[in-house]
């Protein structure tokens, strides 16, 4: 869909996730790339379109992967709107170059697992949603009801072994947790995603339980949040 619709209309940049089903991110960065070459053909000054890889995994190896594949600079989950409002500044201002290097000379930071001692800050999410409060707690319960579904998913795929299921759905937990800064449901989510990924589920029964735990965590919370604001008008 994202290829066809480049296809269909100009866009200044592009942010590109890398895990899709079907095609991911490379497959389409690749593609979108080449249409550009055809373009060129025609238009030899048309520039190329920048593409900012998005992804969870933050290890230097997938930098040096997605500039192979054609990307031009690369953002980690959780996304902030303070960095994702930079990288498009930055690239929106510079024009891109067909061989352009990352926007930074450090190496990526190794993903490392964080704990909190509440299930969410809430106070840093109003922030990273512009204070508009009405949306953070739409997409609070949004991702509540979308959890309890994905963990039902999970543990059936445990029971049959099913460590694609898993490691799929444990990783979508896992962004969406951390966009909305709820670290611990987020770092749970990512120890499964691993586990699965080695297809070693010793323990993953137990992580399940975890985040079920965080789950009901962040429904008192919620609640609270309801009740404050009710007492308050």
């Not at 500044?89 to 993903?111: G, H, I, M």
């Not at 509540?144 to 979508?172: W, Y």
């Not at 079920?212 to 308050?232: G, Q």
Request: overall charge negative; hydrophobic content about 35%; charged content about 30%.
């Amino acid at each position: 869909e994202a290829v066809d619709a480049y296809r269909q209309k100009k866009y200044d940049l592009i942010l590109m996730d890398i895990q899709m089903p079907v095609k991911d991110g490379y497959q389409a960065t690749s593609e979108i790339r080449e249409i550009e070459s055809a373009l060129k053909q025609e238009s030899p000054d048309s520039g190329n379109i920048p593409v900012i890889a998005m992804t969870a995994h933050a290890l230097a190896g997938y930098k040096e992967k997605c500039l192979q594949n054609g990307m031009d600079d690369y953002l980690t989950k959780p996304l902030k709107r303070e960095k994702v409002l930079e990288m498009v500044d930055k690239w929106l201002q510079v024009p891109a170059q067909q061989n352009s290097a990352f926007s930074t000379d450090r190496d990526v930071e190794n993903y490392q697992e964080e704990t909190s001692d509440s299930s969410i800050d809430y106070e840093q999410a109003l922030e990273e949603f512009g204070g508009d409060k009405n949306f953070l707690d739409t997409e609070l319960c949004r991702m509540q009801i979308l959890v309890k579904d994905q963990l039902a998913q999970i543990r059936k795929a445990l029971e049959n072994g099913d460590t694609e299921t898993i490691a799929k759905e444990s990783h979508k937990i896992k962004g969406g947790a951390a966009n909305l800064t709820a670290i611990r449901l987020s770092s749970a989510a990512a120890r499964l995603e691993q586990m699965a990924r080695t297809k070693n589920l010793v323990n993953a029964g137990e992580l399940i339980d975890i985040m079920e735990k965080e789950l009901n965590e962040l429904k008192k919370i919620m609640a609270h949040h309801e009740n404050e604001n009710a007492f308050s008008r």
